[in-house]
């Protein structure tokens, strides 16, 4: 799976066996965590079946990016908006998470094919949360608005204590990545990658890609951010997004997209570095085959019969005895 | 630039055919030990005159023989940074399965990547030429391993930018 995908496959999961077999009379109470440090509680009683708890905790945000009321601006609006009657939102939301929701999974459309698209939505619920200042900002794009916040820096939350930014502008918007890597390993490949996009970027079949920009140092889009943010081990991404990669349906993927990249790279990176230790392996187990090469014929024999604790007689000592 | 490696490595295997050339050596100084005096560099007279052949600046290997063990070292070519840090990587896989190896010294000799110890006991167990193969095989496999991975770094960072940046149009 080269991509991340935007619905969450534990909940996906846990949805579709509920709404397939509604009687299944046991009580649910499962957690999870997900890269990025969110995590889900999913609470059932069999006292009332038709009834789940969802709840999400979302990372910690930096300073420059603080939640106000325990969410992204714009979260609530944008829950009642994808999930409609089927989901009522809790306040407060439970101890130690930013969100609380019941769904009435009596309430599902009974067509299939909707009822299938509205659970692949609430699995969702991470790019509708912490996506919803992203896509306000993308959707003014789209419909060529004049937003409140055009040409000033805003950031958001994508990662624990680090946030991306963007500069909403009223044919553009700019978004900015600083990429920070723990392991020193990290740092050096994921630099590679990230030059990377600015080559494939150029390549003919991707002209109508957001043009993409690497630099070590801060960009100038980045003048009036706070000091922390300005530090990157894996330097700065700039992606330009223009009206036409966010009109209709490609809102949604845009947002997620944009809204993972960080994850998207680091998964990566990590792929790279299982793919080197196994290719290493391999490259030992061919190199220690050599060696054995070099070994005279009468010790390869004793290796055959392992476990066995004679001494194989050649034909002339066996005769002699 | 194959050119160069191929004479490199001719030169190298020239010289460890006549430098292979071990037995058996109690030590002199404690009784019932014995030792490899290529490590210990005590008494001069076991030791024979270091050879060191350059490919050029970045690429090298010294071969320090003795009476009883020969030890070589490896300083593998690195042009940048990624390379660097697979190189690393690599020779410290390598260096950690030196029980493996038997040949293979579990730290390389200071100012190099990587070092093997011979003794005159693998000398008896394997065959001299064969092991003389066996370590001009490791060279030439090392870079060819190091240039392989950062070719599918490469290649891995060009598929994953294509794939995101398709997902846009």
């Known amino acids: 799976m080269i991509l991340l995908q935007s619905p969450s496959r534990f909940l996906l999961q846990i949805l579709q066996d509920r709404v397939q077999s509604p009687e299944k009379g046991v009580d649910l109470d499962c957690h999870s965590v997900e890269f990025g440090d969110v995590r889900y509680h999913i609470q059932i009683s069999m006292k009332k079946p038709q009834v789940m708890a969802l709840s999400v905790s979302l990372p910690i945000p930096p300073p420059e990016a603080i939640f106000y009321s325990g969410l992204p601006v714009g979260a609530i609006e944008a829950i009642k908006a994808a999930y409609g009657p089927i989901v009522q939102i809790l306040d407060p939301p439970k101890d130690g998470y930013n969100l609380t929701m019941k769904l009435y999974l009596s309430k599902l459309p009974s067509d299939e094919e909707q009822r299938q698209a509205l659970l692949v939505k609430i699995a969702s619920v991470r790019e509708v949360v912490l996506g919803a200042p992203l896509r306000v900002v993308l959707k003014n794009l789209a419909s060529k608005t004049v937003a409140p916040d055009v040409d000033q820096l805003v950031a958001l939350v994508h990662r624990p204590e680090e946030s991306f930014f963007l500069v909403p502008q009223t044919e553009k918007v700019i978004v900015v990545y600083p990429m920070r890597f723990q392991d020193s390993i990290d740092i050096v490949l994921a630099s590679s990658f990230l030059q990377e996009f600015v080559e494939a970027r150029r390549t003919a079949a991707l002209n109508n890609a957001p043009p993409c920009m690497w630099s070590p140092s801060p960009p100038l889009e980045l003048k009036g951010a706070p000091a922390e943010a300005l530090t990157a081990n894996a330097g700065f991404v700039t992606f330009v997004i223009f009206p036409r990669h966010v009109e209709g349906k490609k809102l949604d993927r845009t947002v997620w997209n944009l809204l993972t990249f960080h994850a998207y790279v680091s998964y990566h990176v990590k792929c790279s570095e299982g793919f080197m230790h196994t290719r290493m392996r391999r490259r030992v187990e061919s190199l220690i085959q050599a060696l054995d090469r070099a070994k005279p014929d009468t010790e390869k024999m004793k290796k055959v019969v392992q476990g066995k604790s004679f001494k194989r007689l050649s034909l002339k000592e066996a005769r002699g005895s | ?169």
């Open chain 2, 1 to 169: 630039m194959a050119n160069t490696l191929r004479l490199y490595l001719t030169c190298i295997r020239n010289t460890l055919e006549a430098a292979m050339c071990l037995q058996n050596f109690p030590c002199q100084e404690v009784e019932r030990h014995n030792k490899p005096e290529v490590e210990l560099k005590t008494s001069l007279e076991l030791l024979l005159n270091p050879v060191l052949i350059c490919r050029n600046e970045a690429e090298k290997c010294l071969i320090e023989s003795s009476i009883n063990s020969i030890r070589i070292s490896m300083k593998v070519k690195q042009a940048d940074e990624l390379e660097n840090i697979l190189a690393k990587k690599f020779l410290r896989f390598l260096s950690m399965r030196a029980e493996a190896f038997q040949v293979l010294r579990r730290k390389p000799v200071q100012g190099y990547d990587i070092s093997f110890l011979i003794t005159n006991y693998h000398c008896e167990d394997m065959h001299k030429h064969k092991l003389i193969d066996f370590i001009v095989q490791f060279m030439e496999d090392i870079d060819k391993e190091i240039s392989e991975l950062k070719l599918s770094v490469n290649t891995r960072g060009r598929l994953v930018a294509t794939e995101f940046l398709k997902q846009f149009i």
